[in-house]
Every structure is written in structure tokens, then in C-alpha cells.
């Protein structure tokens, strides 16, 4: 989604709930106009298109089918392959991240008609409206926490190019090319590190923000000791540095996925209770 959209969505997302709530004031005067037999239900809802009670809930089914997709593009994420590859686990943001602004696209459709109910529909008709106000939530917030996202994908490759040059270095024979290959590899706990200064994850990823930041310091600091430990000969103690950051990063990338389930969980549970009400109030 292009950054204009992006920056109106406060705005549309405000004006939905406005349209939502005038719709309640709408469905309600049509109702009226509809048991009375009489008056132009154009004219009540302000000349804005009409649906019924079926066509309510047809859409209501996509909208939840397009949720639950969304939802299930997140799950992808949770995979050891995509924490473990940066190429793969950007594939599976931007697939995200497409499905999340098909999602809006869909409510945005979803909000713009008035809807005729009768009495029988009014509690399920405030239910499902409540539901598509939290789905624009929803929706600002788990792109807002997809782009957070991207923006580390280059540190984590910065980070997986330091646990290959540690391993070259490892393997390097006598006499190898050893001040280049710590070079390159400081280099890239130094980007890593660098890469994330500044960077300010949104309220829901926080904990995981200072997480990674941590791991940057300790995978920099890692890397000077390694590169002492080469210089004195002792490659006892830079094997066991090594080993030291392959488990830093095995952390890093267990804490990436425990984040990412931690927030689809929090979607699919209040997903899970508006639909719950939503069945409640079916007639």
C-alpha cells in the first residue's frame, strides 16, 4: 500500500466509524419507513446505496473469510524456515502485508453501503459494525507491525552474514586470510547494530525492539573477543565464542517467532470473541 494511502488511513478509518455510527441512525429510520409501508428509502439514506439483511450477512462472511486469511498469512511467519531466512521470511511480510490491505480494501467497500433491517437484525447489525471497527484497528496496527518488520530484515541478514563468516573463519587453514574475514565480520555486527538505532517498533513489538537491540550489542561484542582470541592463537576460546554466538542468534530467531505468535494470538482471541456475539445474535 503506497505511503498516501498509508497516511489517510487515520483519517478514512475516523470517517468508517462516523459512517458506521450514522448507518445505526440510518438502518433504524429505514426500518421505521419499511414497517410503516410507506416514504422513499432513497431519500431516508441520504441517496447512499442500500442492502439488506442477506446481503448484511453475505458480507459479512468475506469480511471474516478475508480476516482470517490475513490472520493466517501472519501464522506463515511462525515458521523455523522464515525465521531462519531473511528472503523467505520477507516473502511472507509483503504476503502479509497484501492480504491485510486486500482486508481494508474490503471494510472500506463493507462500510459505504446503509443496510435495511428490521427489529429482528439491530443487535447483529451494532455486532458486526463493532467488528469491522475492530478489524480497521486491527488492520492499521498489524501494518504498521509488518513494516517494523521489513525494516530488520536487512540486520537479520546482516546477522546471518556474521554467523557464515564465523564459520569460514573457523575453517580457515593456517596462514588463511584471517584479519580480512574479522573484518567483514565486525563490519556487519557494526551494521546490525547501527541499522537499528532509531528505529522505533511500534507499542505491540517493543519488548522484542530491545530484544533484538540487545542481541546486536552482544553479537558485536562477541565478535571483538573472537577477533582476540584469533590474534593470541587460542582457538579453543574462539570456537567456544562461536558457539556462543550461533546460540545468541538460534535465541534471537525463537524470540522472533515467540513475538509473532504472541500478536496473532492476540488477533484471533478478540476476532473470536466478536464472532462469538456476532452467532449470539443471529436470529
Do not use: F, H
Not at 90 to 108: F, G, I, N, R, V
Amino acid at each position: 500500500m503506497s505511503s498516501e494511502v498509508r497516511g489517510g488511513w487515520q483519517t478514512k478509518k475516523t470517517l468508517a466509524v462516523i459512517v458506521s455510527l450514522c448507518m445505526v441512525a440510518a438502518a433504524v429510520a429505514i426500518t421505521l419507513v419499511l414497517v410503516l409501508g410507506g416514504g422513499d428509502g432513497d431519500q431516508v439514506n441520504n441517496g447512499r446505496e442500500t442492502s439488506g439483511e442477506e446481503e448484511l450477512l453475505e458480507t459479512y462472511e468475506e469480511i471474516k473469510q478475508g480476516a482470517e486469511e490475513a490472520v493466517s498469512e501472519m501464522e506463515d511467519l511462525e515458521s523455523d524456515e522464515a525465521a531462519s531466512d531473511p528472503d523467505v521470511y520477507a516473502q511472507e511480510l509483503e504476503e502479509a502485508e497484501a492480504a491485510w490491505e486486500q482486508l481494508y480494501a474490503d471494510l472500506e467497500e463493507a462500510t459505504s453501503y446503509a443496510v435495511e433491517v428490521t427489529e429482528e437484525y439491530a443487535e447483529l447489525y451494532e455486532y458486526i459494525y463493532d467488528y469491522y471497527d475492530y478489524l480497521y484497528d486491527l488492520t492499521d496496527q498489524a501494518v504498521q507491525e509488518i513494516d517494523y518488520l521489513l525494516s530488520l530484515v536487512p540486520t537479520m541478514e546482516e546477522i546471518e552474514q556474521m554467523q557464515q563468516q564465523a564459520e569460514r573463519l573457523r575453517n580457515l587453514p593456517s596462514g588463511g586470510k584471517y584479519e580480512e574475514a574479522l573484518e567483514q565480520l565486525q563490519s556487519n555486527a557494526q551494521k546490525a547494530l547501527s541499522s537499528l538505532e532509531g528505529t522505533q517498533p511500534p507499542s505491540g513489538m517493543g519488548s522484542y525492539g530491545e530484544e533484538l537491540s540487545s542481541l546486536a550489542q552482544e553479537l558485536e561484542s562477541i565478535s571483538q573477543q573472537m577477533s582476540q582470541s584469533l590474534a593470541s592463537g587460542d582457538r579453543a576460546a574462539y570456537d567456544a565464542q562461536l558457539d556462543q554466538m550461533t546460540a545468541a542468534i538460534t535465541q534471537a530467531q525463537q524470540q522472533l517467532a515467540a513475538s509473532v505468535d504472541s500478536l496473532v494470538a492476540g488477533y484471533t482471541s478478540m476476532l473470536s470473541q466478536l464472532e462469538a456475539a456476532i452467532q449470539s445474535a443471529l436470529p
